[in-house]
């Protein structure tokens, strides 16, 4: 069954630095997500993405925030300059189309910002 | 505005008693509603949905009926087992924007 990947597992990096976190989408789906949960919080959104663009973002997608889908498969969000409370599980998701409203999650990175 | 209320945690059961978490929901207009499961160590996993009023949805034992004079989506499973120890999300998603609104989520514990 197709699955969303998501990469690293984990990563620590220090305050200050830039991360990429990497996520596969399933082959075929043309909307794609970014969610967070910080530790014991909710799942928060954070950008959606289609045709190459930004559909959407919430208030935390300040502009040390950006998506990018550099090939076919992959889609990518960068943290230009990490801050302590960026320390959080990132999902990543896909959708299928317009009318399928399901949204199937990778198994998240846990970024943690020393 | 658009939100999911869920029951607070944790919740702690014995194996083979009845669950229930109840889940509540404000939208403008008529969302569709999930139920997101997340056991440990792994990420969130589809575990149900219902799209219109008095859909039930199903999926290994659990249940959720939308409800859309209540507002609400409450899951239910008639015997839990130890596996069934996860955290529960439910959420919503409107077709005006397709972003997924998340409750708090409940955590539970089935003891043997």
């Known amino acids: 069954e197709p699955e969303v990947t998501q990469t690293p597992s984990h990563q620590v990096t220090q305050m200050g630095q830039e991360v990429i976190l990497r996520c596969v989408p399933i082959s075929n789906h043309l909307y794609f997500y970014w969610y967070r949960q910080i530790l014991g919080q909710k799942v928060e959104f954070l950008v959606s993405?289609?045709?190459?663009?930004?559909?959407?973002k919430s208030e935390i997608f300040d502009d040390q925030f950006s998506v990018e889908r550099p090939d076919g498969s992959n889609f990518t969000l960068k943290i230009r300059s990490t801050k302590l409370e960026d320390s959080a599980m990132y999902f990543c998701a896909s959708r299928a189309g317009e009318r399928q409203e399901t949204q199937y999650f990778g198994p998240g990175t846990r970024l943690l910002v020393l | 505005g658009n939100s999911v209320t869920q029951m607070e945690g944790p919740v702690t059961l014995s194996e083979e008693a009845f669950l229930t978490i109840n889940c509540t929901y404000t939208a403008t207009g008529y969302p569709s509603l999930f139920w997101y499961v997340q056991y440990p160590g792994e990420g969130l996993q589809l575990l149900l949905k219902a799209t219109k009023a008095d859909d039930k949805g199903s999926n290994k034992g659990f249940e959720a009926t939308y409800r859309k004079e209540t507002t609400s989506f409450h899951l239910e499973k008639g015997s839990v087992q130890v596996s069934d120890s996860a955290v529960y999300f439910c959420?919503?998603?409107?077709?005006?924007?397709?972003?997924?609104?998340f409750g708090a989520g409940t955590t539970v514990t089935v003891r043997a």
């Open positions: 993405f289609y045709n190459n663009e930004i559909s959407e």
């Open positions: 959420a919503r998603i409107t077709f005006n924007d397709y972003k997924l609104s």
